[in-house]
C-alpha cells in the first residue's frame, strides 16, 4: 500500500497532535512534587514542600545557627525556616574577617557545606553572621574609612565564592561613644547593603540590634540603619541575665507599664516602629533559659551569691531535660505562670543546699503569645537564638508551623550552587 506525500504529512500532524494531548493528559494527574522529582534527582532526597497556609504569606521565620551547635542541625525544619543565619565570621578593627577562628573554620567545612546545601534546596536563604564584640575595636573600626571599605568588599567576595545569600551584622556596642558615632555605622550599613545588592541579586543583608536602641541609641541609629538596610533582626531577649540582682525572665513580653521591669518586649517593639516601618523588624526571642538560686519561689525574689551554685543558662532543651519533678534529691517542685511577662517558671528545692532554684521557661506557651504578638503588629517575621537549642524536641517546630504555616521556597536561592570548600 502507497501512502502519499500529502498522507504522509497528515499522519506525522496526528501523530504529534496526539503526543500533544497525551502529555498534557499525564500532567493533569502528575502531581508538582513527581514533575520535581524528574527534574532534580536531588529533590527526590528531601521532603517536598506543602502549600503555604492561607493568610499567613511573606513572613520571615530567621534563625541563628551558632558554630557550637553545628552538629544539632538534623532537625531543623527548613520547610518553615526562610533564613538560616550562620553565627559567627569574626572581623578586625581593620576590616579583615579573621580565617583562623573556629567560627570561619566550621564555615567553610564540608559538614556546613552539606546543611547550605539543604537549606537551599528547601528554598531557605543562607546569610553569614559577621561579628565584631570588642567596644574599642569598634571604635577604632568607625574611625577607619578604608577598613570599613575592606571589610564590605570582603564580605560581598566571600558571599560570592561561598553562593550563599547575604550578610547578618551583628555588631555590639557597650561603651560610651557619643552620637557623632552614629553617621559612621549607619554609613557602612548603607556601604555595604549597596555593594552586596550590586554583586548578588537578591540578597539581603540584615543588622541585629539590641532591644533597648531607641532608649540607649549608643552607636545606633535606627531610623538610618533601617533604611539603609533589608531587615533589623530585634534581639528581644537579655532584659535579665545570669548577674541579675532579682529572678525574671530574659523576655518578659509585658509589665513594663505596671512598674514590674525595667524595659519589656512589647515596650520595645512599640519603641522600634516610631523610627522604622513593622515590616523589616524582626522579632528575635529566646530557645534559652534562666536559672536562678533563689531566696524564696516568687517572681522578682531576690537572687543568691555564687556559693550557692549561681545562676545558670539553660538550653530549651537542657531545662526540659533537667528541670522536672523526679530530679534527683528535690523534696518539692512547684510550677507558675506570669501573666504580665507570659512565662512559665518552675521553682524546685534541695534540701542537701538549702536553696530554691526558680528556672524562667521560654516554652511552647511563652514564644506562642510572642508569635502571636508579632502577626498583631505585623512585623516583617520572628527569629530565634538560636538554632539547635531545642535539641531534636519537636514542639518549636510545631508551633512555629501553627502560627506561620508552610513557607513558599525562595526560587532565587534553590538554583544556587553552593560552593565546594576549596573555593573559600
Same mark, same amino acid.
Given at each position: 500500500?502507497?501512502?502519499?506525500?500529502?498522507?504522509?504529512?497528515?499522519?506525522?500532524?496526528?501523530? =504529534?497532535?496526539?503526543?500533544?494531548? =497525551?502529555?498534557?493528559?499525564?500532567?493533569?494527574?502528575?502531581?508538582?512534587?513527581?514533575?520535581?522529582?524528574?527534574?532534580?534527582?536531588?529533590? #527526590?532526597?528531601?521532603?517536598? &514542600?506543602?502549600?503555604?497556609?492561607?493568610?499567613?504569606?511573606?513572613?520571615?521565620?530567621?534563625?541563628?545557627?551558632?558554630?557550637?551547635?553545628?552538629?544539632?542541625? !538534623?532537625?531543623? !525544619?527548613?520547610?518553615? &525556616?526562610?533564613?538560616?543565619?550562620?553565627?559567627? &565570621?569574626?572581623?578586625?578593627?581593620?576590616?579583615?574577617?579573621?580565617?583562623?577562628?573556629?567560627?570561619?573554620?566550621?564555615?567553610? @567545612?564540608?559538614?556546613?557545606?552539606?546543611?547550605?546545601?539543604?537549606?537551599?534546596?528547601?528554598?531557605?536563604?543562607?546569610?553569614?553572621?559577621?561579628?565584631?564584640?570588642?567596644?574599642?575595636?569598634?571604635?577604632?573600626?568607625?574611625?577607619?574609612?578604608?577598613?570599613?571599605?575592606?571589610?564590605?568588599?570582603?564580605?560581598?567576595?566571600?558571599?560570592?565564592?561561598?553562593?550563599?545569600?547575604?550578610?547578618?551584622?551583628?555588631?555590639?556596642?557597650?561603651?560610651?561613644?557619643?552620637?557623632?558615632?552614629?553617621?559612621?555605622?549607619?554609613?557602612?550599613?548603607?556601604?555595604?547593603?549597596?555593594?552586596?545588592?550590586?554583586?548578588?541579586?537578591?540578597?539581603?543583608? @540584615?543588622? @541585629?540590634?539590641?532591644?533597648? /536602641?531607641?532608649?540607649?541609641?549608643?552607636?545606633?541609629?535606627?531610623?538610618?540603619?533601617?533604611?539603609?538596610?533589608?531587615?533589623?533582626? #530585634?534581639?528581644?531577649?537579655?532584659?535579665?541575665?545570669?548577674?541579675?540582682?532579682?529572678?525574671?525572665?530574659?523576655?518578659?513580653?509585658?509589665?513594663?507599664?505596671?512598674?514590674?521591669?525595667?524595659?519589656? /518586649?512589647?515596650?520595645?517593639?512599640?519603641?522600634?516602629?516610631?523610627?522604622?516601618?513593622?515590616?523589616?523588624?524582626?522579632?528575635?526571642?529566646?530557645?534559652?533559659?534562666?536559672?536562678?538560686? /533563689?531566696?524564696?519561689?516568687?517572681?522578682?525574689?531576690?537572687?543568691?551569691?555564687?556559693?550557692?551554685?549561681?545562676?545558670?543558662?539553660?538550653?530549651?532543651?537542657?531545662?526540659?531535660?533537667?528541670?522536672?519533678?523526679?530530679?534527683?534529691?528535690?523534696?518539692?517542685?512547684?510550677?507558675?505562670?506570669?501573666?504580665?511577662?507570659?512565662?512559665?517558671?518552675?521553682?524546685?528545692?534541695?534540701?542537701?543546699? $538549702?536553696?530554691?532554684?526558680?528556672?524562667?521557661?521560654?516554652?511552647?506557651?511563652?514564644? $506562642?503569645?510572642?508569635?502571636?504578638?508579632?502577626?498583631?503588629?505585623? =512585623?516583617?517575621?520572628?527569629?530565634?537564638?538560636?538554632?539547635?537549642?531545642?535539641?531534636?524536641?519537636?514542639?518549636?517546630?510545631?508551633? &512555629?508551623?501553627?502560627?506561620? $504555616?508552610?513557607?513558599?521556597?525562595?526560587?532565587?536561592?534553590?538554583?544556587?550552587?553552593?560552593?565546594?570548600?576549596?573555593?573559600?
Amino acid at each position: 500500500m502507497f501512502i502519499n506525500k500529502k498522507e504522509q504529512v497528515a499522519a506525522i500532524t496526528l501523530g =504529534l497532535l496526539g503526543s500533544i494531548f =497525551l502529555f498534557v493528559f499525564a500532567l493533569k494527574f502528575t502531581s508538582i512534587n513527581s514533575i520535581q522529582k524528574f527534574l532534580s534527582p536531588l529533590a #527526590m532526597t528531601f521532603s517536598p &514542600l506543602k502549600p503555604l497556609k492561607e493568610g499567613k504569606a511573606g513572613k520571615e521565620v530567621f534563625g541563628f545557627l551558632p558554630h557550637w551547635n553545628a552538629n544539632k542541625t !538534623d532537625s531543623i !525544619d527548613f520547610n518553615v &525556616l526562610t533564613t538560616l543565619a550562620y553565627f559567627d &565570621l569574626k572581623a578586625t578593627a581593620d576590616g579583615q574577617i579573621i580565617t583562623d577562628d573556629p567560627g570561619y573554620q566550621t564555615f567553610k @567545612s564540608r559538614e556546613m557545606t552539606q546543611v547550605f546545601k539543604r537549606a537551599h534546596i528547601a528554598g531557605t536563604r543562607v546569610v553569614a553572621t559577621l561579628t565584631m564584640m570588642d567596644g574599642s575595636d569598634i571604635e577604632t573600626f568607625l574611625d577607619d574609612p578604608n577598613a570599613q571599605n575592606q571589610l564590605a568588599d570582603q564580605s560581598v567576595e566571600l558571599v560570592q565564592r561561598r553562593g550563599i545569600d547575604g550578610i547578618n551584622l551583628d555588631f555590639e556596642y557597650f561603651g560610651g561613644a557619643g552620637p557623632e558615632n552614629q553617621p559612621k555605622f549607619s554609613s557602612f550599613v548603607d556601604q555595604l547593603t549597596r555593594k552586596m545588592h550590586e554583586a548578588v541579586p537578591g540578597s539581603k543583608v @540584615s543588622v @541585629s540590634l539590641y532591644a533597648s /536602641v531607641v532608649q540607649s541609641p549608643r552607636i545606633y541609629d535606627l531610623k538610618s540603619i533601617a533604611n539603609a538596610s533589608d531587615e533589623v533582626f #530585634m534581639m528581644a531577649y537579655d532584659f535579665a541575665n545570669v548577674s541579675s540582682d532579682y529572678a525574671m525572665p530574659t523576655a518578659p513580653l509585658y509589665g513594663h507599664s505596671k512598674g514590674k521591669w525595667w524595659y519589656d /518586649v512589647s515596650t520595645a517593639v512599640d519603641d522600634f516602629l516610631t523610627q522604622m516601618p513593622a515590616s523589616k523588624l524582626v522579632l528575635g526571642n529566646p530557645y534559652y533559659n534562666l536559672n536562678f538560686p /533563689v531566696e524564696q519561689p516568687v517572681m522578682k525574689a531576690a537572687t543568691l551569691s555564687a556559693w550557692t551554685g549561681g545562676a545558670q543558662t539553660l538550653t530549651y532543651a537542657d531545662e526540659k531535660k533537667f528541670v522536672k519533678p523526679d530530679m534527683e534529691g528535690v523534696t518539692e517542685f512547684i510550677t507558675g505562670w506570669d501573666d504580665d511577662a507570659k512565662v512559665s517558671w518552675k521553682a524546685y528545692y534541695k534540701p542537701s543546699t $538549702g536553696v530554691w532554684r526558680m528556672s524562667f521557661s521560654e516554652d511552647k506557651r511563652s514564644l $506562642g503569645a510572642k508569635y502571636d504578638f508579632a502577626l498583631s503588629r505585623n =512585623l516583617g517575621g520572628v527569629g530565634m537564638w538560636a538554632l539547635g537549642n531545642d535539641g531534636d524536641n519537636p514542639e518549636l517546630w510545631d508551633l &512555629l508551623r501553627e502560627k506561620f $504555616g508552610i513557607k513558599l521556597a525562595d526560587n532565587n536561592v534553590i538554583n544556587k550552587l553552593i560552593s565546594d570548600v576549596d573555593h573559600i
